[in-house]
């Protein structure tokens, strides 16, 4: 038995066949992302890909060592501050939602001088940080 003989397509239809099947991969492939893909220009002109901008190891590191400290400032504020002393130093650094006062904000709130505010204030960091060095 003889094959039938293979009818060839001209150039210009199996050229325009390699380019469609050529569009057709790159579809495929269109909704993928690399870190290198530049996403737009700095400020300083420099282009800047996804990698300069997501989250790094070293960030979620600082950011839980930033969650532990806090956490832990907040209980030796509990525990080893006077109720005046915990109310100034959450005046003068707005911890809570506040906004941050300033000494003489606070004096007048609390009905004592600045300086007084002054000396509460000092005492109070100094125990923190006692509690913080010992812990």
């Given amino acids: 038995m003889q094959k039938p003989p293979t009818v060839q397509k001209p150039i210009g239809a199996r050229v325009a066949n390699e380019i469609l099947m050529h569009f057709r991969s790159q579809k495929k492939s269109s909704s993928d992302v690399s870190l290198s ?27 839980l060592s930033a969650r532990e400290n806090a956490a832990r400032l907040h209980k030796a ?25 300033t000494q003489r904000e606070v004096a007048q709130q609390c009905g004592i001088s600045r300086s007084y505010i002054s000396r509460i204030e000092k005492k109070a960091l100094q125990k923190l940080e006692a509690a913080f060095r010992d812990s």
């Fill in 77 to 101: 504020m509990k525990e080893v501050l006077t109720d005046r002393e915990l109310l100034v130093v959450q005046l003068r650094y707005g911890l809570g939602g506040r906004k941050p006062l």
């Fill in 37 to 63: 893909d530049y996403i737009e220009t700095g400020k300083d002109g420099n282009a800047l890909s996804l990698m300069d901008v997501i989250c790094t190891d070293d960030d979620l590191f600082e950011d």
